[in-house]
Nanobody, 117 residues
Framework: VQLQASGGGLVQVGGSLRLSCAASGSGIGFGTMGWYRQAPGKQRELVAS???????NYADSVAGRVFIFRESGKSTVFLEMNSLKPEDTAVYYC????????????WGQGTLVTVSS
């Protein structure tokens, strides 16, 4: 199973970015998919997640600025980030929970988002 994250980069305060994460694997189904982030010196934290049925969950720090959605085939998840702030600077990781066993969690390699002021 591979999760390929992309879309990070350098953006100015108030700007927008869209992150993408494509999950692939033969015979694998994915349940909840999500985005986490880890800033320097801080623990990894949940940004947003979305269930296979499309129910989204957001961290308070990003609610109203960030939107998570997944493609109709359900194996690619996107994170639309708007009104970016310097505190959004972090490495963003996507993950996906196996639809067959929710204790099996796959992680992508991370993509760096830097918000400059």
């Amino acid at each position: 199973v591979q999760l390929q994250a992309s879309g990070g980069g350098l953006v100015q305060v108030g700007g927008s970015l869209r992150l993408s994460c494509a999950a692939s694997g033969s015979g694998i189904g994915f349940g909840t998919m999500g985005w986490y982030r880890q800033a320097p010196g801080k623990q990894r934290e949940l940004v947003a997640s979305i269930s296979r049925g499309g129910t989204a969950n957001y961290a308070d720090s990003v609610a109203g600025r960030v939107f998570i959605f997944r493609e109709s085939g359900k194996s690619t998840v996107f994170l639309e980030m708007n009104s970016l702030k310097p505190e959004d600077t972090a490495v963003y990781y996507c993950n996906a929970v196996s639809v067959f066993n929710d204790r099996i969690i796959y992680w992508g390699q991370g993509t760096l988002v830097t918000v400059s002021s």
